[in-house]
């Protein structure tokens, strides 16, 4: 069984930007695809970032060139660094963990969810 536990949300105006943290229980986490997704009010949960277990990346067109997604291995944590962040990044934050190197294609083939975060753009 792997925990995830999310944190670094709030409420940012915007233009700032905030970092989230996920981190993982268990001794495997290097071996998993990680991803963060996000819902906001009214909303399908929507994929925002993968990174696979040798670091590939891939983003959502909407957070591309602001957003990093990156892990280190060795504190068994992902992170999602967002920056320019606007009204409609607003949303609660989650963490998913697939037990295959590789990102699955969609929500589904995520084992383990943490239990979310909000982040909040407002002036």
């Known amino acids: 069984q792997v925990q995830l536990v999310e944190s670094g949300g709030g409420l940012v105006q915007p233009g700032g930007s905030l970092r989230l943290s996920c981190a993982a229980s268990g001794s495997l986490f290097n071996i998993y695809a990680m991803g963060w997704y996000r819902q906001a009010p009214g909303n399908l949960r929507e994929l925002v970032a993968t990174?696979?277990?040798?670091?590939?990346?891939h983003y959502i067109d909407s957070v591309k060139g602001r957003f990093t997604i990156s892990r280190d291995n060795a504190k068994n944590t992902v992170y999602l660094q967002m920056n320019s962040l606007k009204a409609e990044d607003t949303a609660v934050y989650y963490c998913?963990?697939?037990?295959?190197?590789?990102?699955?294609?969609?929500?589904?083939?995520?084992?383990?969810w943490g239990q979310g975060t909000q982040v909040t753009v407002s002036s």
């Open positions: 998913a963990a697939a037990v295959t190197s590789q990102p699955p294609i969609s929500a589904g083939g995520y084992k383990y």
């Open positions: 990174i696979s277990s040798g670091g590939n990346t």
